[in-house]
């Protein structure tokens, strides 16, 4: 069984940082792809960032401003999050590919606002 646990959500004012964590617990390897998605209200869910095989991308709208990356153990997702608009408020998703099948987390929330 496999779990994520996201965490580090909260709320930040504009031009503030957040970093976000995504922790995989569970028979977990090998996993091939992490990535962080965000669903705002009354909006489709988005892709954020994701690494796999040793690349990053990033979503054109956080481009510059948010940073995938893992931890040594591989099984935690990071995702740094600068220079923050309120456009970023979201509920942030971390996903996971393990074995051929994809795992969600429940999600942190993240508020910008002054």
């Known amino acids: 069984q496999v779990q994520l646990v996201e965490s580090g959500g909260g709320l930040a004012q504009p031009g503030g940082s957040l970093r976000l964590s995504c922790v995989a617990s569970?028979?977990?390897?090998?996993?091939?792809?992490m990535s962080w998605y965000r669903q705002a209200p009354g909006k489709e869910r988005e892709f954020v960032a994701g690494?796999?095989?040793?690349?990053?991308k990033t979503g054109d709208s956080v481009r510059g401003r948010f940073t995938i990356s893992r931890d040594k153990a591989g099984k935690t997702s990071y995702l740094q999050m600068t220079s923050l608009k309120p456009e970023d408020a979201a509920i942030y998703y971390c996903k996971m590919s393990i074995r051929g099948r994809e795992y969600w987390g429940q999600g942190t929330q993240v508020t910008v606002t002054s």
């Open positions: 569970g028979n977990i390897w090998p996993i091939s792809s």
């Open positions: 690494s796999a095989g040793g690349a990053t």
